[in-house]
Nanobody, 124 residues
């Protein structure tokens, strides 16, 4: 099974940028659709973005569309989430998750493998 480790979180001012990484180990990320989700304090985990295993399909939550970009580098076994124009409401723990040959779901259930999460804090 694939193991996922997120990195790149931190504290940033509103309007700033961060790039999150989701690195796969034990198995290659090739063949896995990868999604990013986030959970803010006191709120349920929510979908952020997904990229299909083939790399030809991406989808974003309305709240991040135009500001976040998901991409993958199979040679590096890593999926990225570039976050620009960050807002205080983007503050959350961000998780990546993998779904083998998935179509790119926006719900959590299809994703079988999850990372531990990385904290993103955006100050106003």
């Amino acid at each position: 099974q694939v193991q996922l480790v997120e990195s790149g979180g931190g504290l940033v001012q509103a309007g700033g940028s961060l790039r999150l990484s989701c690195a796969a180990s034990r198995r290659t990320v090739i063949g896995y659709t990868v999604g990013w989700f986030r959970q803010a304090p006191g709120k349920e985990r929510e979908f952020v973005a997904t990229i299909r295993w083939s790399g030809d399909y991406t989808f974003y939550a309305d709240s991040v569309k135009g500001r976040f970009t998901i991409s993958r580098d199979n040679a590096k076994n890593t999926v990225y989430l570039q976050m620009n124009s960050l807002k205080p409401e983007d503050t959350a723990v961000y998780y990546c998750a993998a779904d083998y040959k998935g179509y790119g779901a926006i719900t959590q259930i299809p994703y079988d493998y999850w990372g531990q999460g990385t904290q993103v804090t955006v100050s106003s």
